[in-house]
Nanobody, 125 residues
Framework: QVQLMESGGGSVQAGGSLRLSCVAS????????MAWFRQAPGKERERVAT??????????SSEDSVKGRFTISEDNAKNTLYLEMNSLKPEDTAMYYC????????????????WGQGTQVTVSL
């Protein structure tokens, strides 16, 4: 059974940093598109960043709202996906979810069917 488990969330002040982790189990990690999503109270869930393992260097994407501040990466040996978040802003406050979907070159076009339980990130002024 495929499982995803996020950790690393917390409360920080604006300008601070956090690193989220997502440990995958029950499947061969490298054969999926992986992504981070977030959902703030009263708002729709939005994609934050994606990663495809199709190329040897990994193919990543990130949304404009986090570009230059957030970095998605992976450690295949540990079956773990990361989201390094720097220069955090209050508008980054949300529940962050890790997700897995069918492998593709461009993971932004993928429908993600496996989700973790989420980890809360709260950024205060």
């Amino acid at each position: 059974q495929v499982q995803l488990m996020e950790s690393g969330g917390g409360s920080v002040q604006a300008g601070g940093s956090l690193r989220l982790s997502c440990v995958a189990s029950g499947y061969r990690y490298s054969r999926y598109c992986m992504a981070w999503f977030r959902q703030a109270p009263g708002k729709e869930r939005e994609r934050v960043a994606t990663l495809s393992s199709l190329s040897s260097n990994g193919r990543t994407s990130s949304e404009d709202s986090v570009k230059g501040r957030f970095t998605i990466s992976e450690d295949n040996a540990k079956n773990t996906l990361y989201l390094e978040m720097n220069s955090l802003k209050p508008e980054d406050t949300a529940m962050y979810y890790c997700a897995a979907g069918p492998l593709a070159t461009d993971c932004r076009r993928v429908v993600f069917g496996v989700w973790g339980q989420g980890t809360q990130v709260t950024v205060s002024l």
